[in-house]
């Protein structure tokens, strides 16, 4: 036993929990195929374009990336008509969610966030020493008055998923504009803006306009969820240059391998692409959500490429053993909680033929124990 002290704030930390392969899965359930519907990934992939400048860059693998991410950074100045400084490249918007921390939570500072969010936001701050303070969510969405009543003098940031993982909601974009403008400058507004692509509300709130106006305003997006790119792990940024500066001191200096810059910078220019990867995605979403609306199963509605479902009755369980992956969720006061990626319409009538077998033998059990009573 290694009897070397870790940090005293990580001692009750867990990992992430992963889940298992499909592979896994396979051998486990016996099964001759799975269907991959955990992870919130593109299930179009991503554009053949990207495909083929990687290829062309393979010559390359012997140089280390640019480590400025300097093209990158000059699309998507130009892309959203913003300055360069303003712009950080990172390892996925993950990385930048670890940067934020390490670069401003001082031991005992506090960050505000939903108790049913992405979880990697409470591991980076309880590394840094600092306390989250996490406020339950309101019907899945975020509850920004009681999250603004958190507001200490220790408060030192505030993390936003919007839309939300796992429950794909959105913030009403005149809640979140107040929000923002009533948070005092000295606490960061960290805006998780991961599956932005996807949203189709007019009720959502265009964030980047803001940047120049609120010094304290962070927004995260990235190429993994409808670029495609979720292997090749590439996030960024948009904040005050400011801000930015803090984070190069903390950030790996070839952070962002050469090959994910490559594909990040054709993929932004492929606009047709993401297009037809959201219009598909909204049919799909559309048709999903039907279906569990007329079946009376409890599900939040989406603005993402996922749909949080929950029942009172096992429904994992069944799903894998019928080769679906889906990402089991635990949260008290969810019973048989359960996140499902969207997928072609192929995948979405298997799964739905799956849960209607489901609600069959359900009701026959239910049936069966009221004539037994």
Same mark, same amino acid.
């Given at each position: 036993?290694v009897?070397?002290?870790?940090?005293?704030?990580?001692?009750?930390?867990?990992?992430?929990?992963?889940?298992?392969t499909?592979?896994?899965?396979?051998?486990?359930?016996?099964?001759?195929?799975?269907?991959?519907?955990?992870?919130?990934?593109?299930?179009?992939?991503?554009s053949?374009?990207v495909r083929?400048?990687?290829?062309?860059?393979?010559?390359?693998?012997?140089?280390y990336?640019?480590?400025?991410?300097?093209?990158?950074?000059?699309?998507l100045?130009?892309?959203?008509?913003?300055?360069?400084?303003?712009?950080?490249?990172?390892?996925?918007?993950?990385?930048?969610?670890?940067?934020?921390?390490?670069?401003?939570?001082?031991?005992?500072?506090?960050?505000?966030?939903?108790?049913?969010?992405?979880?990697?936001?409470?591991? $980076? +701050? %309880?590394? @840094?020493?600092?306390?989250?303070?996490? /406020?339950?969510?309101? *019907?899945?969405?975020h509850?920004?008055? #009681?999250?603004?009543?958190?507001?200490?003098?220790?408060?030192?940031?505030?993390?936003?998923?919007?839309?939300?993982?796992?429950?794909?909601?959105?913030?009403?974009?005149?809640?979140?504009?107040?929000?923002?403008?009533?948070v005092?400058?000295?606490?960061?507004?960290?805006?998780?803006?991961?599956?932005?692509?996807?949203?189709?509300?007019?009720?959502?709130?265009?964030?980047?306009?803001?940047?120049?106006?609120?010094?304290?305003?962070?927004?995260?997006?990235?190429?993994?969820?409808?670029?495609?790119?979720?292997?090749?792990?590439?996030?960024?940024?948009?904040?005050?240059? $400011? +801000? %930015?500066? @803090?984070?190069?001191?903390?950030?790996? /200096?070839?952070?962002? *391998?050469?090959?994910?810059?490559?594909? #990040?910078?054709?993929?932004?220019?492929?606009?047709?692409?993401?297009?037809?990867?959201?219009?598909?995605?909204?049919?799909?979403?559309?048709?999903?959500?039907?279906?569990?609306?007329?079946?009376?199963?409890?599900?939040?509605?989406?603005?993402?490429?996922?749909?949080?479902?929950?029942?009172?009755?096992?429904?994992v369980?069944?799903?894998?053993?019928?080769?679906?992956l889906?990402?089991?969720?635990?949260?008290?006061?969810?019973?048989?909680?359960?996140?499902?990626?969207?997928?072609?319409?192929?995948?979405?009538?298997?799964?739905?033929?799956?849960?209607?077998?489901?609600?069959?033998?359900?009701?026959?059990?239910?049936?069966?124990?009221?004539?037994?009573?």
């Amino acid at each position: 036993m290694v009897k070397i002290q870790t940090k005293r704030a990580i001692e009750e930390m867990t990992s992430y929990p992963l889940g298992f392969t499909p592979e896994e899965l396979m051998n486990q359930y016996h099964l001759k195929t799975i269907r991959k519907m955990s992870d919130n990934e593109n299930i179009y992939g991503c554009s053949p374009n990207v495909r083929e400048s990687i290829i062309q860059n393979m010559q390359k693998l012997f140089l280390y990336p640019d480590g400025k991410t300097s093209l990158l950074i000059q699309k998507l100045s130009a892309f959203y008509n913003l300055n360069a400084e303003q712009l950080i490249i990172g390892n996925g918007s993950e990385e930048l969610i670890r940067l934020l921390t390490r670069a401003f939570i001082n031991p005992g500072d506090e960050a505000v966030l939903a108790d049913m969010t992405f979880p990697r936001y409470e591991a $980076n +701050i %309880v590394i @840094e020493g600092g306390i989250s303070v996490k /406020v339950p969510l309101a *019907n899945g969405v975020h509850d920004l008055p #009681a999250m603004y009543e958190k507001i200490t003098p220790r408060t030192k940031m505030i993390f936003i998923c919007n839309p939300n993982n796992p429950t794909g909601t959105i913030v009403e974009k005149q809640e979140l504009y107040h929000f923002i403008e009533k948070v005092p400058e000295n606490i960061l507004i960290v805006l998780d803006e991961a599956y932005y692509e996807y949203v189709t509300s007019n009720g959502y709130l265009q964030s980047v306009p803001l940047i120049d106006k609120h010094s304290n305003l962070v927004i995260l997006r990235t190429f993994s969820k409808i670029y495609g790119l979720a292997g090749l792990r590439v996030g960024y940024g948009i904040m005050n240059s $400011n +801000i %930015v500066h @803090e984070l190069h001191k903390v950030k790996d /200096v070839f952070n962002v *391998n050469q090959l994910a810059q490559t594909a #990040a910078v054709t993929a932004l220019e492929n606009k047709d692409f993401i297009l037809d990867c959201a219009d598909k995605n909204d049919k799909e979403r559309i048709f999903v959500c039907e279906f569990l609306e007329k079946n009376g199963l409890n599900y939040y509605p989406s603005q993402t490429n996922f749909v949080f479902i929950y029942c009172q009755f096992p429904v994992v369980e069944k799903l894998i053993s019928n080769g679906f992956l889906v990402r089991e969720l635990k949260y008290h006061g969810y019973t048989d909680a359960f996140r499902i990626t969207l997928g072609t319409r192929e995948d979405n009538k298997a799964f739905l033929e799956v849960i209607s077998q489901i609600i069959s033998e359900r009701a026959v059990e239910n049936g069966n124990n009221a004539r037994k009573s």
